[in-house]
């Protein structure tokens, strides 16, 4: 357990670590090119620093509320420990990973483990598609608003999500692909979702229809929000747990500005915003990118559509982890700008800024 940082700093560490690295970041991307052997040497081993240590931070983190269902995971893994048998649970092959890793190491030792899995494929799936610039995506995937509190409270949902990125990064073997999704679904069941969007893609890629089909979603959800809400918890979505999210009353002080989040669309849109220009306005075409794009467009629709349901965050999540990559993806692939470098580090610059104004200023 890390005992040297106190539960008042755990996270402003983390953020303010990134602010550090944002503006070293922007500074390296002024005077150097993308190629350059020192932005080289740079992001690869700054790279490789921010992977071992966000890994261990997060992982050995206190067992504290401070951190949301840190505390429950503890106390379930605790009972693992104690002989307890798995009960009739809806994501089993979660709760088979907790009780095994109960029988062998501490929560601690289960928590890095759990960093490990929800951290890793982030480099994973930027190091397959981007080489040596793997750093770029890394770290937006790093920043994202999204990224603390999947990794410390919604742990199984984190996970699972980057075994989603894990299987995507196997995209040319589909053997292996298939396993990570399936070890996904395990892990939480909402996963199912982008697994069917990204699996859509493969018969129908085209953006454009993908773009008015979420653009659509917009006034259906303010003209029929509660439509939507009952409707898709009477086909009895996932399971009993996820028709709960959709219906039950929110937790005081848990996501607890409610209605049609405005602001939250204005965040989904960063990624939209991005698909469209460079699809659209700079013409880039690349298969992947449009199965990505494509698979953000689906699952974030879906979201807007329950936008006013409690608890609609862990949906939004279901698009949100893949904003980092849908948004860095074409800078690393093409060039499109006279310093291509500096306007990486721009837009790192903008988007991590609204993670830290969230925080600092808007207490989210």
């Known amino acids: 357990m890390n005992t040297l940082v106190s539960l008042d700093w755990y996270y402003p560490l983390y953020l303010n670590g990134c602010f550090f690295l944002v503006f070293l970041t922007l500074f390296h991307s002024s005077i150097l090119k993308l190629n350059n052997s020192k932005n080289l040497l740079y992001i690869n081993g700054v790279g490789y620093i921010l992977l071992i240590l966000l890994i261990l931070h997060m992982g050995l983190r206190p067992i504290s509320g401070k951190f949301g269902d840190t505390i429950n995971y503890n106390t379930g893994y605790q009972n693992y420990i104690l002989g307890a048998e798995i009960a009739d649970v809806n994501d089993y092959g979660w709760h088979v990973f907790m009780q095994a890793s109960a029988q062998v190491m501490s929560i601690h030792a289960f928590f890095t483990i759990c960093a490990f899995i929800y951290i890793y494929p982030?480099?994973?799936?930027?190091?397959?598609?981007?080489?040596?610039?793997?750093?770029?995506?890394?770290?937006?995937f790093v920043v994202s608003f999204s990224f603390w509190t999947y990794g410390v409270n919604g742990v199984r949902n984190g996970a699972a999500c980057s075994l989603f990125l894990w299987g995507v990064s196997h995209h040319r073997n589909k053997v292996v692909m298939a396993i990570l999704f399936a070890?996904?679904?395990?892990?939480?069941?909402?996963?199912?979702?982008?697994?069917?969007?990204?699996l859509v893609t493969y018969f129908y890629n085209k953006p454009k229809t993908y773009f008015f089909g979420w653009l659509a979603c917009?006034?259906?959800?303010?003209?029929?929000?509660?439509?939507?809400?009952?409707?898709?918890?009477?086909?009895?979505?996932?399971?009993?747990?996820?028709?709960?999210?959709?219906?039950?009353?929110?937790?005081?002080?848990?996501?607890?500005?409610?209605?049609?989040?405005?602001?939250?669309?204005?965040?989904?849109?960063?990624?939209?915003?991005?698909?469209?220009?460079f699809v659209f306005k700079r013409k880039f075409k690349d298969e992947m990118y449009f199965k990505l794009l494509n698979t953000y467009l689906l699952c974030n629709g879906f979201w807007i559509l329950i936008i006013r349901a409690n608890y609609s965050n862990r949906f939004a999540y279901l698009s949100w982890f893949m904003m980092a990559i849908i948004i860095i993806y074409p800078f690393l692939k093409q060039r499109f700008f006279k310093n291509q470098n500096l306007m990486i580090g721009k837009v790192m610059f903008v988007y991590f800024a609204f993670t830290y104004f969230m925080y600092y200023f808007y207490g989210a």
């Open 122 to 140: 982030m480099y994973r799936i930027s190091r397959e598609f981007f080489k040596e610039y793997w750093f770029y995506a890394f770290f937006m």
């Open 218 to 277: 917009i006034p259906l959800s303010l003209i029929m929000g509660g439509v939507w809400i009952t409707l898709f918890t009477s086909l009895g979505f996932g399971d009993d747990r996820l028709s709960g999210y959709l219906t039950s009353q929110a937790e005081e002080g848990v996501f607890k500005s409610t209605g049609f989040r405005w602001d939250f669309l204005f965040h989904s849109a960063f990624a939209v915003f991005a698909g469209w220009y």
């Open 183 to 198: 070890l996904a679904t395990m892990f939480h069941k909402t996963l199912f979702l982008p697994i069917a969007a990204f």
